[in-house]
């Protein structure tokens, strides 16, 4: 699949890109996809929640009523969860919500993303460029250039660029990363994909090894 190279300015710049059919045209597997964005969801659990169970809680045991003659259920612990302030049951605990999943289920949950960000012409080529210092404003005015002011896009460099990430950290529907951190979910809740010509390179090379 061959795709134009647009610069900075939103300008055609007459180049093609060849985007590897192995990568950008495979058969999608929705079930890869799930698994893949269920799994880096689950990484970004904290997994912190917690609550105290009846044995982990301070009170007194002195019994609250008479064992017998109220009409109502036996009761000597304040700390007992049927009580208002009490313990709990079954409650959450600090834990690890990861999983792992096969490097081959990953690399085809990618594949399958980029794919159909392809068929739905949505991935954009644009030429190796940087900033000299970051501004928040160039990062606007690409974006307006290119068309996609009103979309949500993802910037995939080639390499880190401090400036670039820089201009980019303020605004709620601009996201940047390189290709070698580029994951299932953040493909999939992208509308606009937008590749440097050698973040295409590095994706080439990261998947035909």
Known sequence: MEIS??????????KK?????????VEPKDHAMYLDVKRILADRRQGTAKSKERSEMS????KIKKQKGTGGARSGDINSPVMVGGAR???????????????KVIALARKSALTYKAKDAQIIVLENF?????KTKQIVDLKNKL?????????VLQNENKNIYLSSRNLDRSEVTTANKLNTYDILNAQSLVLTEGAVEVLNTIFNK
Not at 5 to 14: A, L, R, S, Y
Not at 17 to 25: E, G, K, N, P, S
């Open 89 to 103: 049951c079954f409650g959450p605990r600090p834990r690890d919500y990861s999983f792992k999943l096969n490097k």
């Open 59 to 62: 009170g007194s045991t002195r």
């Open 130 to 134: 940087t900033f000299d210092t970051p």
């Open 147 to 155: 068309k996609i002011s009103d979309k949500k896009s993802l910037l």
């Open 17 to 25: 890109v060849q985007l590897d059919d192995a990568i950008f045209a």
């Open 5 to 14: 190279v647009f610069n900075i300015e939103g300008k055609d710049t007459g």
